[in-house]
Structure formats: C-alpha cells, structure tokens
C-alpha cells in the first residue's frame, strides 16, 4: 500500500513536535483522508477511522480539559490504541501531561500547528491526496500550450523534445521532457509533474542536455500541470488512413481516465510546434462548446438543402 512518511508530512505542513513515537522516522500515512474526532472523546468508536490522521481543535480540546482525569484514562488508550498515524493539535494548543503519557505508552506522535483547524485541514487534505494520489511515469513531454496540458508521446528520437522547444521558443511553458510523472489526483484530474534531477532540462540529440529555465527565463517553464489532451507522434504510413475531418473524438486511458487524442503521422516538412498549437485552441473550442468538423457539416447539409431547393 502506498504511503506518506509522518516526518515528512510534518515538515512540509511546518509542524511541532509535541512527543515523536519510536517509528517516528519509518511511520506511515496510508490515506489522504483526514480525522477530527467527535463522538471518540466521548468514548464512541464503533465507526473510529483510525487510519487516518487525526485533528484535534479548540472545542475537542476544550471538551477535553473539562473532563475528569479517570474518564480521560479511558478515552486516550481507545484512541490512540488504534495506531492511528498521528494527532495534531490545532491552533497552537499544546498538549496535557496526561496526553503525552499516553502518547508515549502507545507510541503516537503528536503534533501542533498555529494555523486554524478549517485551514489546517483544507491545507492537510490537498497536500496528502497529491501524496498519495495512484501515480505512473510515462515517456514523453509534456507542455502548457495556452493553458492547456499537452502530453507529446511517440516513439524515442520521432521528435517530442524538438516540438517541445519550438513551443516554448513560442512562448509557452515547459513542464517536463523525456519522463512524465502523473498523479490522479481526483476522479477527473491528471496532474504531470517533472522528476526533480531532470526538470528544466530538454535533451537534444546531436547538441546534448539544455537547461530551458537558464536559456529562456523563469517564464517558460512549469512545476506541474493539469493534462488535458495527447498527442501521439508516428512514422507516417502511406497504407494508413488518417483522420482528416475530427467528426469522431478519439481517446487514450491514463489511470483509469480517458483523455481526448490525436495521432499525428510525421513527415519532412510539418511544423510540429504549430500542429500543438492548433490541437490545443482547437480542443479548447471544443470544451466551450464550437466543434469545427460538426459546423463544416452543418455548412455542407445546408448547401446541399439549398441546391435541391433550386
């Protein structure tokens, strides 16, 4: 099961450390959802998510503090006995001496944040479920082309970093080249980030590796970057018939999600930085609702309506 260090949770959403277990190194988080225990501290946990990390505010603390310390010797071994990966105490709390006696006896971490426990758990979420997100690196490139996601893919030397280069010589923004790691972030996000030893860099064969933020500015790259079309590159095939109209969408399925594609033939002559171009504000169109090959359509219906009137 995938999973997300504790540690290093806490230090990317800026943490204190209150008490850190023995595993504190090595413990994981398994699932991006996040707790703020209710009805536990009552002493309910027929339906406990104990796998989650748990956020403990103002009321729950509160509530806490106004309890008999027999009754919390009851509470803390039920909540803490379930391993859940860690408590954070919100709002800049700090923890009881009874919490951390317990804490230590079944080996929990707690935390604390200044930030607000809505804010905290807004930010907590959105940080662990990019985390722990299904992930997968495929080859190829990927492009912001006029705020569309274009992921270039084909064959290893067809030409994807050439085509990557002319784009941002046009002014858009690389994301990455030659790796693509994509994280599906929701049930209809693909998220394409670059892995951190390659990212700004463009292989070219014949000239070698160069770094595109230093050439061409801070402006023209991208840390990451929703994918919303494909493009594959091939060989030109004259056996082949090619979609010339675009009356039918094609697609390819990435991590469960089907995304709109185009597979462009290559061949001496075709600029391969316009044909993106065009594919993107053309599939920009498309999702505010103008499709080009259903209006060339209607035109012809209407023309040949016109000509058996006459």
Not at 101 to 122: K, R
Not at 210 to 219: A, F, P
Not at 247 to 260: A, Q, R, S, V, W
Request: aromatic share 8%; charged share 30%; net charge negative.
């Amino acid at each position: 099961m995938k999973g997300l260090r504790v540690k290093e949770a806490a230090e990317y959403l800026n943490l204190k450390t209150f008490f850190k277990s023995d595993d504190f190194e090595e413990r994981m988080i398994t699932t991006a959802e996040v707790n703020r225990p209710g009805l536990e501290l009552t002493g309910f946990f027929e339906h406990f998510a104990g796998d989650r990390m748990q956020v403990i505010g103002m009321v729950e603390t509160s509530y806490l503090r106004s309890r008999p310390d027999m009754e919390k010797r009851r509470i803390y071994p039920d909540l803490m006995g379930e391993k859940i990966p860690c408590i954070v105490l919100s709002r800049g709390m700090e923890p009881e001496p009874l919490m951390l006696e317990y804490a230590d006896e079944c080996q929990v971490p707690i935390l604390g944040t200044d930030m607000g426990t809505s804010q905290f758990l807004s930010k907590a979420i959105r940080y662990l479920s990019y985390k722990l997100a299904p992930a997968i690196s495929m080859h190829g490139v990927l492009v912001d082309v006029y705020g569309e996601g274009v992921l270039i893919m084909g064959e290893s030397g067809i030409g994807k970093s050439e085509a990557a280069l002319e784009l941002v010589r046009r002014g858009h923004r690389l994301v990455t080249d030659d790796v693509v790691e994509i994280r599906k972030v929701d049930e209809e996000t693909l998220l394409g980030t670059s892995p951190e030893i390659t990212r700004h860099f463009i292989e070219l064969r014949g000239i070698g590796i160069i770094d595109v933020k230093t050439l061409y500015g801070v402006e023209h790259v991208k840390e990451q970057q929703k994918i919303g079309l494909v493009i594959k590159l091939e060989d030109w095939d004259p056996n082949k018939t090619y979609d010339r109209l675009g009356m039918e969408d094609e697609y390819t399925e990435i991590l469960g999600l089907k995304l709109p594609c185009h597979s462009i033939p290559i061949r001496p002559g075709r600029n391969l930085a316009v044909i993106c171009e065009s594919a993107a504000v053309n599939f920009r169109q498309k999702k505010m609702g103008y499709n080009a090959a259903h209006e060339l359509y209607r035109r012809v219906q209407a023309g040949m309506g016109q000509s058996d009137i006459q």
